[in-house]
């Protein structure tokens, strides 16, 4: 069965990184992307970017572009979302989710990493 | 980019009830419409693609429509495990957009 098993809660302080891991399994990598999506307390669902698992390419948010970045190491099935710079209302709850292609449905989802940034 | 509005934004309905919930793009997207439902504390589950194909082992009371800038989804017999919030998706174009969310409760 597929699943997505992502890293554990983080807590940064205001200007530092953080980088999520999602590692995935019961499908071929390469032929699915990884997409990110947030959500802050209460709030709804923000799309942040794809990563094509075959060859690595990416899309990103405009708003985000400049502080994400997007990766994956295919020989471990691992997806990696790296967020600088952050800011308290960076603090959400990031899930990673397969889709085939940047424009294609989310069909399977990570259990969500909770981010809190904090001073 | 698209803008996806849902309404209402919430509802309550008892056991049984037939719930409909409406999402309008702000431009045509050709169907490329999904939804998804999330229980508090868990990550959204997909439901239906292409506005009205359900993915496998999704019960059959759930049910979608719609063509252009306007579909809905329908529960027509709400049950108890149903109480949740749900939230259309487009995936015409980059960035993908969701819907702000209609959260069902109990009545």
């Known amino acids: 069965q597929v699943q997505l098993v992502q890293s554990g809660a983080e807590v940064k302080k205001p200007g530092a990184s953080v980088k999520v891991s999602c590692k995935a399994s019961?499908?071929?990598?390469?032929?699915?992307?990884i997409s990110w999506v947030r959500q802050a307390p209460g709030q709804g669902l923000e799309w942040m970017g794809w990563?094509?698992?075959?060859?690595?390419?990416?899309y990103y948010a405009q708003d985000l572009q400049g502080r994400v970045t997007m990766t994956t190491d295919t020989s471990a099935s691992t997806a990696y979302m790296d967020l600088r710079s952050l800011r308290s209302d960076d603090t959400a709850v990031y899930f990673c989710?397969?889709?085939?292609?940047?424009?294609?449905?989310?069909?399977?989802w990570g259990q969500g990493t909770l981010v809190t940034v904090s001073s | 980019d698209i803008q996806m509005t849902q309404s209402p934004s919430s509802l309550s309905a008892s056991v049984g009830d037939r719930v409909t919930i409406t999402c309008r793009a702000s431009q045509g997207i050709s169907s490329s419409l999904a939804w998804y439902q999330q229980i508090p504390g868990k990550a959204p589950k997909f439901l239906l693609y292409a506005a009205s194909r359900l993915e496998s082992g999704v019960p059959s009371r759930f049910s979608g429509s719609g063509s252009g800038t306007n579909y809905t989804l329908t529960i027509s017999s709400l049950q108890p495990e149903d109480f949740a919030t749900y939230y259309c998706q487009q995936y015409y174009s980059t960035p993908l957009t969701f819907g702000g969310g209609t959260k069902v409760e109990i009545k």
């Open positions: 019961g499908y071929t990598f390469t032929s699915y992307g």
């Open positions: 990563i094509s698992g075959y060859n690595g390419n990416t």
């Open positions: 989710t397969r889709g085939r292609y940047s424009s294609s449905t989310l069909d399977y």
